[in-house]
């Protein structure tokens, strides 16, 4: 039996709510500015923050949005996205966090789901957010900034509430972001405050920013890599963050030169053109010590050249919605291309055969399974998900086919997951497909993942017309544009006279990837 643990001493986990975490690191310094706005340069000290999330707690817990209650939080990278996810949080409520570029049918799917009676957006978002709402438990919508005739943000403030609402901190729910698993549609993964405490101290032993410290946060809040390893361990360690609603090169590398972080947290795409694109030779960089890439597999040639062009250490981490999200990552003072990393404390990891369950050793691949603190409580509404993904005895599958050397680092090799990975965001081709089927002039489909350059993945659509139709490859995604989010718009579609399907009718996709690749 090999079982990894981590190289690092174990932490002691403190028992407190992630808004007191936050709170550690704001008490540090009230008159520091720990929140900046990228795009206006606008401002916010620790000592705001702290206020305006102590007032909207007061003011949720008097309008009876506190414990118990869901709120649905739409918003990009702005100051005020933290003040509204902590003011939920320190009022005992869940936040789902909602991706704002989604459609008002993906959002009514998700407030539906998540059962949520508040939903925040800023004003941009507001047209998107009130056609989603109709006919599901929303009963108030607030915007950030205000809008004429609407509830604000500073409406929902009240008195200033004084401590935590008591929460269990294992077992109440903190946050619900929606992820698609090993496969099949997003399902809202239950995370607690010590699932978001645990794993900020894990990640704390392998980037450790020191108070003051500024990183330009253009990863999304709404995602997991966003929300634990920029929001909020930064701000609970004393640093602060360079917010940006979306990313745009040049205003990245801008923000760079202005801000001299010591430390970038990126995605593959963004690798690509900090490795590539001759805009960087425009700015100056040479704050950058270290250069973080996560939320997919980054090839180690192409690491390897953007950490040369940035005269920085390049290194990589690994983790999913359902581990808070880190579970490995490699240290600055030990770097190994192409490598995930480390297994982080408190955590333990192994190499299971995904047929057989038997164990794997050193350098032997299979599935990489996760045992710790981080691991999610389970998917909301959906306990067959839940047991097909988490082992009586704890252990998380992830559905990636890993190695891990004799040093213990990890290697992704291939996903045994159907997810298509799109600049960082996850596609679920069974989400497409079920809106493909939908078409009356498609028959049956399939949606399969191509690797692309710049995009990491793209999605590309087998498609069965139906008996008779004439059916272009532009109605057929036209059928989608509407519908779903831009990153889940089929790159290229391909008409088939059948879908290859096992006895029991589950796509066999490998079959699929052979034309794929032809």
């Known amino acids: 039996m090999t079982v990894y643990e981590s190289p690092k001493p174990d932490i002691d ?22 929140v900046i706005d990228g795009p206006s340069g606008r401002e916010m000290t620790a000592g705001t923050l702290k206020s305006d999330i102590r007032k909207l707690a007061g003011g949720l817990s008097e309008r009876g949005y ?5 709120t649905a939080l739409m918003a990009p990278n702005i100051p005020e996205y933290v003040t509204v996810f902590h003011g939920v949080a320190y ?6 966090t909602i991706n704002p570029t989604y459609t008002a049918y993906e959002v009514q799917k998700q407030l539906k789901d998540a059962g949520a009676k508040l939903l925040i957006v800023p004003e941009m978002f507001l047209p998107t957010a009130k056609e989603a709402a109709q006919g599901t438990s929303v009963e108030l919508i607030a915007v950030i900034g205000g809008a004429e005739g609407e509830t604000s943000l500073t409406d929902l403030m009240g008195t200033a509430q004084e401590a935590q609402t008591p929460v269990d901190l294992e077992t109440d729910i903190l946050v619900l972001p929606y992820s698609s698993g090993t496969t099949g549609m997003p399902k809202g993964v239950m995370l607690s405050h010590r699932n978001l405490v645990a794993n900020v101290a894990q990640c ?27 929001m909020n ?27 001299k972080p010591k430390m970038l947290y990126i995605v593959p795409p963004v690798a690509l053109g900090l490795a590539k694109h001759p805009l960087v030779d425009q700015f100056d960089t040479s704050s950058v010590e270290r250069v973080m890439c996560g939320a997919a597999p980054l090839g180690g040639e192409l690491g390897d050249l953007c950490g040369k062009r940035l005269n920085a250490v390049m290194t990589q981490g690994y983790g999913m919605t359902e581990l808070s999200p880190v579970s490995h990552a490699v240290p600055i003072d030990g770097p190994r291309s192409g490598s995930s990393g480390l297994t982080v404390p408190n955590c333990l990891s192994k190499v299971v055969d995904p047929e057989t369950l038997e164990e794997k050793g050193p350098n032997e691949e299979g599935e990489l ?16 998900a839940t047991r097909e993904t988490i082992t009586e005895d704890g252990w998380l599958r992830t559905g990636d086919l890993a190695i891990i050397d004799e040093d213990g680092y990890m290697f992704v090799r291939e996903r045994v997951k159907e997810l298509i990975k799109f600049k960082g965001f996850q596609v679920a081709p069974a989400e497409l497909e079920a ?9 049956d489909a399939a949606v399969l993942g191509k690797p692309d350059p710049e995009a990491g993945e793209v999605p590309v ?51 699929l990837k052979d034309k794929l690749d032809g």
């Open 13 to 34: 986990i403190p028992a407190i709510s992630i808004t007191e975490a936050l709170f550690q690191g704001l008490d540090m310094d009230p008159e520091r500015v720990v």
């Open 66 to 70: 506190g414990k118990g209650t869901v």
């Open 91 to 96: 009022a005992g409520g869940t936040v789902t």
């Open 204 to 230: 704390s032993a392998f980037f450790t920013p020191k108070p003051g410290e500024k990183t330009i946060a253009f990863l999304p809040f709404f995602h997991i890599y966003g929300m634990t390893v920029l």
């Open 233 to 259: 361990q930064y701000l609970s360690l004393g640093a602060a963050l360079v917010t940006m609603p979306r990313f745009d090169l040049e205003l990245f590398l801008k923000l760079v030169a202005d801000h």
């Open 369 to 384: 399974w996760v045992k710790g603190p981080n691991v999610m409580l389970g998917y909301l509404n959906n306990a067959q």
């Open 435 to 443: 809106e493909l089927v939908g078409h009356d002039g498609i028959q």
């Open 461 to 511: 659509g087998f498609i069965v017309k139906a008996q008779g139709v004439e059916l272009t490859e532009d109605e057929v995604k036209a059928h989608l544009k509407g519908r779903l989010s831009s990153y889940k718009q089929l790159a290229e579609v391909r008409f088939v006279d059948e879908i290859p399907k096992s006895a029991s009718g589950k796509i066999l996709r490998r079959l």
